[in-house]
């Protein structure tokens, strides 16, 4: 029997883009099924794949849901493994990796969310630890193309939606990601011409359209 | 070479003690240095082996640092994968361990912090999602004697380090979380025979002792 896969995302999450790069890096055939609003209207398909968390992105796996993206990649790279591995076989490697997709994973969707919800000195610290956060992932990139080294890996999945989200940040916050982190831009530009991460990644200017929506529905000026 | 084990951790740490309990389960001879003062005056070991978070625990295995006690239990489950295994083999049983392991981290620690530290209608709202919280715990244990079936695993081990901080919770707190969720007292207490968990879980009157510190250091009445 065929595996049958499905997908439940919403286009402007970095964090169900994740799983769409690590599916099309494996080659793997699915359905996505990209949600209409995740704010006031969850489907009922979504609600029962996912009752703990009520969120997308949820991978359907021949009828079992896989929930949190990063758990999904894992999953992924585990089942469809004769093909780009993502982790390192090495367990302190492998340690290593999920640290720093741990370190993504609680710092930076907060962090840049203030840089369009938040004003005055909130706003100011949040720049100023946005640019910190990312200089940090640019120091533990170093001189290697890619978090993985040679190749895109673990830890490129779970960073490079929030690529997409930059310049939007950067728009939002009157600041410049470009000038202080330059080689991570470079990192950037390089996974946006992977097949895989171009046919997920949004372009700048919808993910912009998406914030200036959020804002009106959170109410922020 | 022998391998050379040491974790750095702080006796109340419900994150520290996962560690020990995965240190134990696999029978592994460590080093255990008890942090004196991790909120005002951190180790410079500290420091060097986890300049990131400057956080306990971490787990040095010959030199090199693992830190988060997550990632820390999948390395040593991996590193001495000849005893005990913590984690299934199946892909899917895996996911869903990692699951509830990121569940429990995302929910109990903040949640079970405000019945000591918050009052009034904050507080209420703490009581009443922290018993959701167990109540949902409860019903993925079902009637299985372990998270992890009839072996202690990954789960078990994520989550019973709190269990020596439910006594303070429910004293701070005024509330029972025994008459809502009797089955998973009743796991707590089995754990609690294991030696691997009777070797570092700390007797609630200490635990209870400490948030009266805590909540001085903090200036909380």
Redesign the interface.
């Known amino acids: 029997m065929a595996d049958e896969v499905i997908l439940m995302s919403f286009w402007p999450s970095m964090f169900g883009m994740r799983t769409v790069f690590a599916l099309e890096e494996k080659g793997v055939k699915y359905e996505y099924r990209g949600e209409e609003d995740v704010i006031n209207n969850k489907s009922p398909l979504l609600l029962e794949m996912n009752p703990?968390h009520k969120k997308i992105s949820v991978l359907i796996?021949n009828g079992?849901p896989?929930?949190?993206s990063i758990?999904?990649i894992?999953?992924i790279d585990?089942?469809w493994s004769d093909k780009n591995p993502f982790l390192p076989t090495d367990?302190?490697q492998?340690?290593q990796a999920?640290?720093w997709a741990?370190?993504i994973e609680k710092k930076l969707f907060l962090c840049g969310r203030k840089t369009w919800a938040t004003k005055g000195e909130e706003l100011e610290a949040a720049k100023k630890e946005l640019i910190e956060i990312l200089k940090?992932l640019q120091s533990e990139l170093g001189d290697k193309p890619y978090f993985g080294g040679d190749t895109f890996g673990f830890v490129d999945i779970v960073l490079v939606g929030f690529y997409s989200w930059f310049p939007a940040y950067q728009k939002f916050g009157n600041f410049s990601i470009e000038s202080e982190c330059s080689k991570l831009m470079t990192w950037g530009k390089k996974c946006m011409q992977r097949d895989s991460v171009a046919k997920a990644l949004p372009d700048y200017d919808k993910v912009f359209g998406y914030v200036l929506q959020l804002k009106k529905v959170y109410g922020i000026e």
Do not use: G, M
Request: contains cysteine.
């Open positions: 703990i796996h079992k896989v929930c949190e758990i999904q894992q999953y585990e089942v367990p302190y492998r340690s999920l640290f741990d370190f940090t």
